[in-house]
């Protein structure tokens, strides 16, 4: 048995709004990671991560072991404990987080910056 701590999740405060949500669209340009958001009752947001370190996406089915205690709308984690776990991982960066949106497609990202949640209103491609 492991004696790593598992991974805790805290839900950043803004995106409470957005418990319920899909993912619309990711953009990465090399130093933006862009997720756009639909929510509740047609609402539209957009999550902005600046410099990230890594972007994993993955479907929800491949992350079964964290289900139970960080499913939605708790959040999940776990892919930063699982790379520190890794003998070649440096962990170089001081301040490294792991952040991760929750839909079919669940996106980790590592950052050493909180994100930036941009609410839209309506859907940005009919404003």
């Keep these: 048995m492991s004696t790593r701590p598992k991974p805790r999740c805290v839900v950043i405060p803004e995106a409470r709004r957005y418990e319920k949500k899909t993912v619309r669209r ?5 130093r933006l990671l862009t997720i756009d ?10 999550v902005v ?3 990230p ?11 079964c072991e964290f289900w139970n205690t960080y ?12 790379e520190r776990g ?3 991982f440096t962990g170089f960066i001081q301040g490294l987080r792991e952040f991760m949106i929750v839909d079919d497609k669940c996106i980790n990202v590592l950052c050493t910056k909180l994100p930036r949640l941009i609410d839209l209103g309506a859907d940005p491609g009919k404003a």
């Design 26 to 30: 990711i953009a990465y340009d090399g």
């Design 37 to 46: 958001i639909q929510g509740p009752a047609f609402s539209y947001a957009q």
């Design 49 to 51: 991560f600046r410099n």
């Design 53 to 63: 370190v890594g972007i994993r996406v993955l479907d929800e089915r491949e992350l």
């Design 71 to 82: 499913s939605e709308p708790h959040g999940w984690g776990g892919w930063l404990e699982l």
């Design 86 to 88: 890794r003998t070649t």
